[in-house]
Structures are given as C-alpha cells and as structure tokens.
C-alpha cells in the first residue's frame, strides 16, 4: 500500500476496533480522502494500517458492504460504491424506531418534510416532470379498485416528488420518512381504499403545476388528515390528529 492510498487512515484511538474501521471510513469520505470509485486496501494492509486484526476488518467490510458503501467485486478488490442506490437506511430506520418518537413529533415530521418536498418541486418544475406527475395521477384512478396496485402508485408518487425536488440529499430523507410510514399509507388504502390519495395527489399536482406557494399549507394539512386518520392507528390517536389539524 501506498503513501497516498494510506493517508487516509488515523492512528487508533479507543473504542471497538470494528467502529474505529467503519468510522475511519466514514471520516475519510466526509473528508474527501475517500471518494466513489476508489480501490480500498487489502484485508492484510488496512490491518497493517489500522493496526487492529485482520478478522476486525473483515467484520467491519461487512458491515459496509450491508451498508452499500463499498462494492466488493470477486477477484478484482473491494471499491468504494460509485453509486447511492444501494445505500441501506436500515440502520437510520431502526434509530429512529428505536427513539419511539411521540404522535406530534412524527407527524410534525411528515408535515415539514411534505411542505418542503413540495416547495422545491415548484421551483424545480419541468413540463416533463409534470407529465409524470399527471401519468403517474391517470395510473392511480385506474388502480382505484386494486389495492395493492393504488399502494404502489401512491408509494411511486412519493419516489417522484423526491426525485425532482432536485436535491439528492433531501430525496433520500424524505424517502427515508416514506418508508418509516410505508406501513401507515398502505393501510390507509386498505382501510378507505384510493379515495383519500385520488384527492391529495390531484391538490398535489394541481399546486405545484400553478406554482401557487399560497395553497401548500392546504395540501400538507390534507395529506395529514387523509393519512393520519385512516392508519390503523399504528401512529396516533383521534386526539393527536385533532390537536395537529387546529396548529395547520
């Protein structure tokens, strides 16, 4: 190994040799000593490096790999990913199911992430974009009757709205927040069927084609009621939902 493949790697501190690995890592890439496509070290010479044992690398390659950070490619080394698809937000999921976040708190969450998605899609706004938003509009009245198909199509609205929200960063976080509330909107569509979301994706795309910042708060106060209130009640009580829609 190289001086200038190695420059990346501290001096070890204190702490589980596995964390030191992976937190190495996450500093040399927050840094930008590390970057997507490089060829990370041998097992032997990040040790070496490291100087920790070779079996606490190998741990802690694993864990990045589940990760999605690094792609190990057989019989030619291990690379830092070159992409972010395949990145797990499994371990943020599980924190923050872990922090059992109150009723107000998560919904506070999805009413800010709503608005603020919302908001850079306006300003982000394309005439092929909106032709997505209003295809993907026709592919949920005609699943209407299908729940597993409306789920689908509601959850792929979401994934739109990220994407062109032009911010990868903030795509990914409110991705995150969809996919910790997946369970809420699928049974919404279980409990009342497509109704609530026919309504909410047309005020969706209805104010963002106008660009009218004016009616974001109506259709973040919607999707909240919509979706609060049809959930199961695996997140709130009739309370928490009542109290929310009189601070909208």
Same mark, same amino acid.
């Given at each position: 190994?190289?001086? @200038?493949? +190695?420059?990346?790697?501290?001096?070890?501190?204190? #702490?589980?040799?596995?964390?030191?690995?992976? /937190?190495?890592?996450?500093?040399?890439?927050?840094?930008?000593?590390?970057?997507? #496509?490089?060829?990370?070290?041998?097992?032997?010479?990040?040790?070496?490096?490291?100087?920790?044992?070779?079996?606490?690398?190998?741990?802690?390659?694993?864990? %990045? +790999?589940? $990760?999605?950070?690094?792609?190990?490619?057989?019989?030619? #080394?291990? $690379?830092?990913?070159?992409?972010?698809?395949? !990145? +797990?937000?499994?371990?943020?999921?599980?924190?923050?199911?872990?922090?059992?976040?109150?009723? &107000? /708190?998560?919904?506070?969450?999805?009413? %800010?992430? /709503? &608005? %603020?998605? !919302?908001?850079?899609?306006?300003?982000?706004?394309?005439?092929? &974009?909106? @032709?997505?938003?209003?295809?993907?509009?026709?592919?949920?009245?005609?699943?209407?009757?299908?729940? /597993?198909?409306?789920? @689908?199509?509601?959850?792929?609205?979401?994934?739109?709205?990220?994407?062109?929200?032009?911010?990868?960063?903030?795509?990914?976080? *409110?991705?995150?927040?969809?996919? $910790?509330?997946?369970?809420? !909107? @699928?049974?919404?569509?279980?409990?009342?069927?497509? #109704?609530?979301?026919?309504?909410?994706?047309?005020?969706?795309?209805?104010? !963002?084609?106008?660009?009218? *910042?004016?009616?974001?708060?109506?259709?973040?106060?919607?999707?909240?009621?919509?979706?609060?209130?049809? +959930?199961?009640?695996? $997140?709130?009580?009739?309370?928490?939902?009542?109290?929310?829609?009189?601070?909208?």
């Amino acid at each position: 190994m190289t001086e @200038e493949q +190695s420059n990346w790697i501290p001096a070890k501190t204190r #702490g589980s040799a596995v964390d030191f690995v992976i /937190e190495s890592f996450r500093d040399a890439l927050v840094n930008k000593r590390l970057a997507p #496509g490089d060829r990370v070290p041998s097992e032997n010479e990040l040790a070496a490096s490291m100087q920790v044992s070779r079996s606490t690398v190998r741990e802690a390659m694993k864990v %990045l +790999s589940a $990760y999605g950070i690094i792609d190990i490619v057989r019989g030619n #080394g291990t $690379y830092i990913s070159k992409s972010d698809e395949n !990145i +797990s937000m499994d371990a943020i999921l599980f924190g923050f199911l872990l922090s059992q976040p109150s009723e &107000r /708190e998560q919904l506070e969450f999805r009413a %800010l992430m /709503e &608005r %603020l998605v !919302i908001e850079r899609v306006m300003r982000n706004l394309t005439d092929d &974009r909106v @032709e997505a938003l209003e295809k993907n509009y026709v592919e949920l009245l005609s699943s209407v009757n299908d729940t /597993e198909r409306s789920m @689908e199509n509601d959850i792929q609205f979401h994934k739109l709205l990220g994407e062109f929200t032009g911010n990868r960063l903030l795509a990914r976080i *409110y991705m995150f927040s969809i996919s $910790y509330f997946q369970a809420s !909107i @699928e049974s919404t569509h279980k409990n009342v069927g497509a #109704g609530g979301a026919v309504k909410v994706h047309r005020m969706t795309i209805d104010a !963002i084609k106008k660009r009218d *910042y004016s009616m974001i708060d109506a259709v973040v106060a919607e999707n909240i009621k919509t979706w609060s209130s049809s +959930s199961d009640k695996l $997140y709130f009580d009739q309370k928490t939902i009542s109290n929310q829609s009189d601070t909208e």
